[in-house]
Every structure is written in structure tokens, then in C-alpha cells.
């Protein structure tokens, strides 16, 4: 079966119409809760230390409720990547977060709660880089660069020392 997040831009009939909006509710509610878990983790000194400006608790709510600086969305991302950050072409006091619906190991689809509030923790390491006075995550950890290699362990292990013990 195709996964409802994989329409892109064709028309679609009613049921897939169907699809995509229950798909679309899940996300939500998953976001929900990984939102918990993200802000339990905040709670911790010092996982809120690892983010310099603006309470990271502040900022990753209003994100996931699209209020203030930026919003979450769920899409079909080239398969690199989880999630990617960036700031907003047409609003750059704003970032958009895009979380990618593909299934497979380390994806959203294929995490439990508490792996999806260290996907959220990971990618405010970006927010933080883009709109406030950065954080101790490293921003460049994208592609195949020793240095973006050598990044994204340090990312790892900066949440699961400091903010929710264990790796995505
Ligand atoms: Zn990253």
C-alpha cells in the first residue's frame, strides 16, 4: 500500500483524500506526545544548557503549535535525513521544521516516543542556530563531510548525556 504522505502533488479521489487527512491527525497527536517528552527532557539543566538566547521549552511549544517562531510539518523528504531545519525564504524571523514521513530505522514512523522527542531536541539544536545565540549542538551534520560525520555523533551524544538517554 502507498503511504498516505507519499501523494505529492497529484489530485486525489475521496479515499485517499480520507487517508492523508487521518494521517495528518496522527502526526499531530504524535507530535503531541513527543512534545512531552522533549519538554520533560528540558526540564533537566543540563539538557535546557545545551540552547543560548530564548527558553528552548518556549520555543519548541510555540513551534509545534505554529504560534511563534515557525511551525512543524510532516512531509516526503529525499531519504537522507529525519527531519531538516531552515529558516523561512519568505519570513526569516521564522523557521520551518519539516519531519520526514518515509519509514524505515531512525525515522519518525519508526520511532517511539521518546526517540521522537530526541528527533524534536535535535533539530531546536538548529532553530537555536537560526533565530537565537546558537546552541552546543552542531549545526553542520548534514551529507557526507568527515566533519558532518563527526557532528552528528557529538549531537548524539550531547542529547543522551544531557536531555533523554538514548540514541535515535
Ligand atoms: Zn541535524
Redesign the pocket.
Known amino acids: 500500500m502507498q503511504s498516505p504522505w507519499s501523494h505529492g502533488m497529484k489530485i486525489l479521489d475521496r479515499s485517499d483524500r480520507a487517508d492523508v487527512e487521518d494521517a495528518r491527525r496522527i502526526f499531530r497527536e504524535d507530535l503531541e506526545s513527543a512534545l512531552s517528552k522533549a519538554i520533560k527532557a528540558l526540564e533537566k539543566d543540563d539538557c535546557r544548557a545545551l540552547f543560548h538566547g530564548a527558553n528552548p521549552s518556549e520555543v519548541l511549544t510555540n513551534i509545534v503549535q505554529g504560534k511563534k517562531y515557525g511551525d512543524i510539518k510532516a512531509k516526503m523528504l529525499k531519504p537522507e535525513g529525519a527531519a531538516q531545519t531552515g529558516r523561512k525564504w519568505w519570513n526569516p524571523l521564522e523557521v520551518r521544521i519539516d519531519i520526514s514521513m518515509r519509514e524505515g530505522s531512525g525515522y519518525w514512523l519508526n520511532l517511539d516516543e521518546e526517540g521522537r522527542g530526541f528527533l524534536l531536541l535535535?533539530?531546536l539544536?538548529?532553530v537555536f542556530h537560526r533565530l537565537f545565540d546558537g546552541s552546543d549542538l552542531k549545526d553542520n551534520?548534514?551529507g557526507d563531510s568527515a566533519e558532518a560525520e563527526e557532528n552528528r555523533k557529538i549531537?548524539d551524544k550531547l542529547l543522551s548525556d544531557n536531555c533523554i538517554g538514548r540514541q535515535l
Open positions: 535535535h533539530e539544536g538548529h551534520d548534514t549531537n
